[in-house]
């Protein structure tokens, strides 16, 4: 099976965007880059130079969510 890139793509553009935006949800995150807010929640976890932060009231849904950091 040949890989398309699509996920290594994603995840460079979710690793962007908290870079830029340092502890936002996934939800707001989706807000600021060109993937759906799943495919971000999706990516998040598979980026090594991203860590989770503490839960706090998403700005979008208004619920407790966790919050995104890069990696120091």
């Known amino acids: 099976m040949v890989k398309s ?5 994603q995840r460079s553009l979710v690793i962007e965007a ?3 935006n340092p502890g936002l949800t996934s939800f707001e995150l989706s807000r600021l880059c060109p ?3 799943h495919q971000v929640a999706r990516r998040l976890p ?3 130079a991203l860590k989770k932060g503490p839960a706090r009231k998403c700005r979008v849904t ?3 969510a966790v919050t995104w950091w890069p990696v120091s």
């Open 46 to 48: 598979e980026c090594a």
């Open 18 to 20: 908290v870079t830029k």
């Open 35 to 37: 993937l759906e807010r």
């Open 5 to 9: 890139g699509k996920s290594a793509h």
């Open 62 to 64: 208004g619920n407790q």
